[in-house]
């Protein structure tokens, strides 16, 4: 009994060092490790100048870019997005002539509604926006009516005029520049990554704001990237104009800020979950 207690006891003192001699030797290397990371430079003042920037290389006096805490799974808005549409009201939203907009809003959705209401048309952002990040979910109708152009058919139109397409692309034929993700009458998205009918999706749109001069000539042309479900539909494409139909899209000359609008077309289409980020793709960092 007696040997069984001491073998016990040296086994357990024997851990206890080898522990406490990992603890030293962890400590010194913690130690090291901070004493190796306080050595890095936070950015450097004798490196080349950039070109054309006013800034050298891991220049240290460029300034850092604002934190943004993103949010914490796919879809949820980051800390410095404007959200559009939270599922509870149309507070941010008017019609077309600036009275309050009257689609549906249920179950934390908002729907077209039907035409015989007389509460459809348009959707307006009471906001207005130039270059930004857009991120909405839409749905189209889960029982099938209709086909082509007729089918689940709606719309993101930015700046009020240009339009990422919204439809029901899921084993619908239709012209490769109306369906889903195309901007309309002018590109077909890049592939179809639509969902079935009735099965919510997402648009994360980047769009840069066309900029015209003083005579009305175009400068820089709108541009957008679009993931459809988060599949890349549109890169960078630039707008051959406002979107119309049956014709080719020509500029005219807007303000630089601009309500986006969402389109009625006719069938009880669904939107959640919308939020902005305000870009300024001209300002240099
Ligand atoms: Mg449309």
Known sequence: MKTRIALSLSVSLSVAMLAAAFIVTATAADKDKKKAHKAHPTGYTDTPMLPGEKWRVHDDSRPRPKVVTAGKKYGEAPSDAIVMFDGSDLSQWKKDDGSAGEWIVKDGYMEVPPKKSGKGGYLFTKKEFGDMQLHIEWRTPDVVVGDSQGRGNSGVLLMGQYEVQVLDSFDNKTYADGQASS????????????????????????????KFDDEGKVIKKAYVTVFHNGVLTQHRQSYLGRTGHKAVAVYKKHPAKMSFKLQDHGNPMRYRNIWVRELDFDSNN
């Open 183 to 210: 901007l309309y009458g002018w590109k077909p998205p890049l592939v179809n990554a639509s969902r079935k009918p009735g099965e919510w999706q997402t648009y994360d749109i980047i769009f840069e704001a066309p």
